[in-house]
């Protein structure tokens, strides 16, 4: 690439590239369409029976959306910048621009993840279709709740993507990435807040955690806590046993808040991986 172009000349030209690089690899992208398909399918067939009657089961249905989020954004980009490392050390010798670099990967991105959002969304109106719950009327911040859960899958799978996007700017070989991937999810999931009560320091290392602020989303939006446990459904004598958990609150500015969260965490994850992918200069590999 030609060192003399403008920065914006060189982001047009890498955003051409890459595009052709990803429509070419028609393998890795039926599986990366066909992921958010296969995980929908799942929360409909599997979970989808008894979420928004069962509390249980509708915070296990937002954990698979979230893990499918999370899963779908990491392998998308985890190998994105690893498997090009060493076309990139020359080419920055040439004089390419790394925020150009960047900034053409991550708009892509973007355009993959809109797109598998949408599919995983499709998720919410299935269970209605196939099984008759009752969603909530509206959503907290949007007029149409189906709105609001694209929008907080779609928060959730880009924050994914672009930390798989910087881990990919910290490694140097591709099997290091994909060994990573697993343990990632795993610790995601963990610190979820989903299957764990978080206290004391586990709480501030949960927040930490991208997940956490996915199942804080999809939960808020679920009115999760004004879903009936299942003890409750089979003896509705007993009443109202259980306090709603703060992390679901169905406010709007609760729900806000997950949301700056997620774009704070994307932000982070490109400034960071910029900053690293610098380094390329002193690859010794």
Not at 134 to 156: K, M, N, R
Not at 198 to 220: D, H, N, P, Q, T
């Amino acid at each position: 690439m030609e060192g003399s172009r403008s920065g914006l000349g060189q982001f047009f030209i890498l955003l051409k590239e890459y595009y052709y690089i990803i429509a070419s690899d028609k393998k890795n992208l039926f599986v990366s369409l066909l992921f958010p398909i296969a995980a929908a399918a799942i929360v409909i067939w599997v979970a989808g029976e008894k979420m928004f009657v069962s509390n249980e089961m509708t915070v296990s249905s937002c954990l698979v959306l979230a893990s499918a989020a999370i899963w779908g954004g990491l392998f998308n980009s985890i190998q994105t910048v690893v498997k090009e490392r060493a076309n990139i050390k020359r080419d920055y010798v040439n004089g390419i621009k790394l925020r150009s670099y960047i900034a053409s990967r991550v708009v892509i991105q973007f355009l993959i993840c809109a797109v598998q959002s949408a599919i995983l969304m499709l998720s919410i109106p299935g269970i209605q279709t196939v099984h008759g719950n009752e969603l909530p009327a509206e959503g907290l911040l949007c007029s149409s709740v189906y709105l609001e859960y694209y929008i907080d899958i779609l928060l959730l799978m880009l924050a994914a993507d672009m930390m798989g996007l910087m881990i990919s700017c910290i490694v140097k070989k591709e099997e290091t990435a994909s060994v990573l991937s697993p343990y990632i999810l795993i610790a995601q999931l963990i610190f979820s807040g989903a299957l764990f009560q978080m206290k004391g320091v586990a709480e501030y290392f949960s927040k930490l955690m991208i997940s956490r602020w996915g199942m804080e989303a999809l939960g808020s939006t679920s009115r999760i806590n004004d879903i009936p446990y299942q003890v409750q459904l089979d003896f509705p004598q007993l009443g109202r046993l259980y306090q709603g958990l703060e992390m679901f609150n169905a406010e709007a500015d609760h729900l806000r808040q997950t949301w700056y969260a997620l774009l704070g965490f994307m932000i982070i994850f490109i400034v960071v991986g910029d900053i690293l992918l610098h380094r390329v200069s002193r690859d010794s590999r």
